[in-house]
């Protein structure tokens, strides 16, 4: 059975940090070093078809919880603090809810358990497009991505799954074709009879609206000792956003 890929990061009480949908344990880089900082083992990991994972066909919320459990077993972690953002959340709180005894402390970041329709074709689409034997650098691909997306935030979050596969050909390291079959399962919500017990954070984009104040008493039903932190000034993206506020936001919930 293989195993997901991770970086590592200090030593201390382990935290597992879930990147979202298109991203990478690299995208959490930054932030890792600094919970490595204050005495935290910090797992970045790569979630199946995303990073330096494998690629799989099975791509849903169940099957990527028991990644996680497979991967705690062959690092011999008995418990973990659990923080994920967007699909990574999803998956935080699906392992939660089904393995309780593995997860010390929730931290989900701009999700909520309800369902989400599909909402990413156009990006998918777009890294589609990429003429990837026709480029020669990163910044070529930067100007074949934005004939389809003008957002350059966007733009750079997506070309950092660009890499050279040989020397001049570069490839990516989600697995597009079969991300873009999956786009139901990416969105879909708790089920209704999950629930975990154990202390838990959502936080939220004060400038999205990903986790309306209407999402309240769902969140409560599933994570009954839930409590909500609205990071201002911030989008979908929060931690990259506001790094320093997300920073100190989940350091005081982790440490209390």
């Known amino acids: 059975m293989e195993l997901l890929h991770s970086n590592i990061l200090g030593s201390g009480a382990p935290l597992i940090v879930l990147h979202g949908f298109l991203g990478m344990s690299d995208n959490w880089k930054t932030l890792?070093?600094?919970?490595?900082?204050?005495?935290?083992?910090?797992?970045?990991i790569d979630q199946r078809n995303h990073g330096r994972s494998f690629w799989s066909e099975v791509f849903d919320y169940p099957t990527m919880a028991q990644d996680l459990v497979r991967y705690m077993?062959?690092?011999?972690l008995d418990r973990a603090i659990v923080l994920g953002h967007s699909m990574g959340g999803k998956t935080a709180m699906q392992l939660a809810c089904t393995r309780p005894e593995?997860?010390?402390?929730?931290?989900?970041?701009?999700?909520?358990?309800?369902?989400?329709p599909p909402h990413h074709q156009y990006i998918l689409e777009?890294?589609?497009?990429?003429?990837?034997?026709?480029?020669?650098?990163?910044?070529?691909?930067?100007?074949?991505?934005?004939?389809?997306?003008?957002?350059?935030?966007?733009?750079?979050?997506?070309?950092?799954?660009?890499?050279?596969?040989?020397?001049?050909?570069?490839?990516?390291?989600?697995?597009?074709?079969?991300l873009k079959t999956k786009m139901q399962e990416i969105g879909e919500p708790l089920p209704d009879d999950m629930v975990y017990p154990g202390p838990t954070v959502f936080l939220r984009?004060?400038?999205?609206?990903?986790?309306?104040?209407?999402?309240?008493?769902?969140?409560?039903h599933h994570f009954p000792k839930a409590n909500l932190i609205t990071i201002e000034n911030a989008g979908h993206w929060l931690h990259a956003e506001q790094p320093d506020a997300f920073l100190e936001s989940t350091l005081d919930f982790m440490k209390s």
């Open 102 to 116: 593995r997860v010390s402390k929730l931290l989900v970041a701009d999700i909520a358990p309800r369902l989400y």
């Open 126 to 178: 777009a890294l589609e497009a990429l003429p990837l034997s026709q480029l020669a650098t990163r910044a070529e691909a930067d100007e074949a991505l934005a004939q389809n997306l003008d957002n350059w935030g966007i733009r750079q979050f997506l070309l950092k799954n660009l890499y050279w596969k040989s020397p001049g050909e570069l490839g990516l390291r989600i697995n597009l074709s079969i």
């Open 73 to 76: 077993d062959s690092k011999n």
């Open 32 to 44: 890792g070093k600094k919970y490595a900082a204050h005495g935290f083992e910090v797992h970045l």
């Open 205 to 220: 984009g004060g400038a999205s609206d990903y986790i309306a104040d209407g999402d309240l008493p769902l969140i409560r």
